[in-house]
């Protein structure tokens, strides 16, 4: 059904946008940490570049979950009580970006806040220690990471 006006098309989308937070469990985790990262932004007091950034990722995100649940819903008005194979793959793949869009905003925060708060504490860019920990929390990350795909793939 066609909107009759550009004040109705607002309307749904804002429903649409509404829809998505209150029923999938995902977008509640990216609204939260969209406004988290704002916060920290305006905390840390940012620069005009940085904190681009920060919205485009954030942006980034939610289209691609939103997006991602629009195609789940799409398939399960046609496949929702059988299983094929080609449909699981669409599935997976709009899935699959929004892992590497949400990766992406999570190395954009880690780049951006994680020398603020390191400079916070008094951890300079020219100390070594800034190197280690900046070098050791990205291979935490990297491994917790793999760690989880390991456990998810033993799963299924």
């Known amino acids: 059904m066609k909107n009759k ?32 990262a704002v916060a920290m932004s305006i905390a840390l007091r940012v620069s005009l570049m940085e904190l681009l950034f920060i919205i485009l990722s954030i942006a980034m995100v939610l289209i691609t979950e939103l997006l991602n649940t629009a195609i789940e819903y799409l398939i399960n008005v046609f496949y929702a009580n059988e299983f094929n194979v080609n449909i699981k793959k669409v599935k997976d793949i709009s899935a699959a ?12 925060g880690y780049t951006v806040f994680v020398p603020k708060l390191l400079n916070l504490i008094g951890i300079h860019p020219d100390d070594g220690l800034y190197f280690i920990i ?17 456990t998810k793939r033993r799963r299924v």
């Open 5 to 36: 006006n550009l004040g109705q098309s607002l309307k749904n989308a804002f429903c649409g946008i509404v829809f998505s937070i209150d029923g999938e469990r995902n977008m509640k985790v990216h609204t939260i940490a969209a406004a988290i």
């Open 97 to 108: 970006a929004v892992l590497i869009a949400a990766l992406f905003s999570l190395s954009a």
């Open 134 to 150: 900046m070098a050791s929390t990205a291979a935490a990350a990297a491994l917790t990471f793999l760690l989880l795909s390991a």
